[in-house]
Every structure is written in structure tokens, then in C-alpha cells.
T-cell receptor, first 113, second 114 residues
């Protein structure tokens, strides 16, 4: 009964470091997406995927890379972390189609010093 | 492209009082509308959704929402708030054609006074 699993839960980076936020889902959902949540800004879409091998940019993609080699996994890579990327990151998955609700992970809280 | 506006950043109510959280959307065709709740330190959980049909929809935890096409609104209501309802609430709109990912509003933080 895992649903969407995000690791790590917390991370502190120094400016310029790289890291990968992991996201895995066990519901065989076609769609997966990454959001960042900042105070007063709500949820902003970073990247999304509608299936293995297919990704697209969302509202705020700069500084982030994604890939989707399997249905289950959708990692988010920060290539060179910046203080502006300090945020809470959420991964979500859903079955195909706009009517389907999204299932969210518990989030990763990232601080970039 | 669709968009969502939640005009209230914070709402404060007393326990037992009624609640209405506002949501306005912009989309040219029939929207798919959602309300999600985020408890502190948690991910988002679906409260309710509207696709078509009856404009008053019931959700979990005693919440309901009414779709008003003429006002482009989808306001969330609860007749009597409990202290455990204190959370962040997000309205979202999904497009019936095109984008597969819903657009979220900025959220409304609900504070409940005892």
C-alpha cells in the first residue's frame, strides 16, 4: 500500500552541488509530475511525464532535469543547486486522462545554502 | 490554458463555525475541478472533484463544493469546522482537452480557533 514514495524527506545542499530527488509509484500510473511548493506561490509544475520515455516541461523547469525510463520511477535532478531552489518538492502520479485525481508523495524538503 | 485563483491567502474561523473557501477558474470549455487538502508536513489529498452533472458535490470529511458556471467558481464549504480541519486547501482545474496535468491555485491556509 505504498502509493507514491519520495526520498529523501530532507536534504541540505551547498550551492553548486548536484543531487537527485527520487520518486517511485507502485500503482502503474501513466502520468507523473514534479511540483515545487513555496510560501505564497502554491504548487508550481516543474516537469511532467505522460509515460515511459516521454517528458515535458512545466511552468518552472529551469535548473531541473528529468527522465522516465520506467513507469514506476521519475527522478528529478538538480544539476547545480542554487539558493533559489530551496523549496518543498512534491511528486505526484495519476492514471491517464485529465479526469483522474493525482496521488501525492509526502514531499522532500530541500535547503540550498 | 487554464488558471485558478484563490483570493484568500488565510482564513480564520472559530471551531463550530461555517466555512467557505473561494475558488475562481478560467477555462474556455468544461473544466474538471478539484479541491485538495494538505495537512502540515504532508502531501496533498483529494477532498472532492467535479466533472459534470449535479453542480453540488460531496467530498470526504464533511466538505462540499458547488460549481457555478456563470461565476466561474467552485467554492468549498463546510457547515461546522473542527480543529482538525486546520490545513492548506488547494483548488485545481484540469482541462477537458489538451493538458493532462491540472493547474493548482496558490492555496488558502485555514486557521481554526478553539
Amino acid at each position: 500500500n505504498a502509493g507514491v514514495t519520495q526520498t529523501p524527506k530532507f536534504q541540505v545542499l551547498k550551492t553548486g552541488q548536484s543531487m537527485t530527488l527520487q520518486c517511485a509509484q507502485d500503482m502503474n500510473h501513466e502520468y507523473m509530475s514534479w511540483y515545487r511548493q513555496d510560501p505564497g506561490m502554491g504548487l508550481r509544475l516543474i516537469h511532467y511525464s505522460v509515460g515511459a520515455g516521454i517528458t515535458d516541461q512545466g511552468e518552472v523547469p529551469n535548473g531541473y532535469n528529468v527522465s522516465r525510463s520506467t513507469t514506476e520511477d521519475f527522478p528529478l535532478r538538480l544539476l547545480s543547486a542554487a539558493p533559489s531552489q530551496t523549496s518543498v518538492y512534491f511528486c505526484a502520479s495519476s492514471p491517464a486522462g485529465a479526469k483522474n485525481i493525482q496521488y501525492f508523495g509526502a514531499g522532500t524538503r530541500l535547503s540550498v545554502l | 490554458a487554464q488558471s485558478v485563483t484563490q483570493p484568500d491567502i488565510h482564513i480564520t474561523v472559530s471551531e463550530g463555525a461555517s466555512l467557505e473557501l473561494r475558488c475562481n477558474y478560467s477555462y474556455g470549455a468544461t473544466p474538471y475541478l478539484f479541491w485538495y487538502v494538505q495537512s502540515p508536513g504532508q502531501g496533498l489529498q483529494l477532498l472532492l472533484k467535479y466533472f459534470s452533472g449535479d453542480t453540488l458535490v460531496q467530498g470526504i470529511k464533511g466538505f462540499e463544493a458547488e460549481f457555478k458556471r456563470s461565476q466561474s467558481s467552485f467554492n468549498l464549504r463546510k457547515p461546522s469546522v473542527h480543529w482538525s480541519d486546520a490545513a492548506e486547501y488547494f483548488c485545481a482545474v484540469g482541462a477537458s482537452g489538451g493538458s493532462y496535468i491540472p493547474t493548482f491555485g496558490r492555496g488558502t491556509s485555514l486557521i481554526v480557533h478553539p
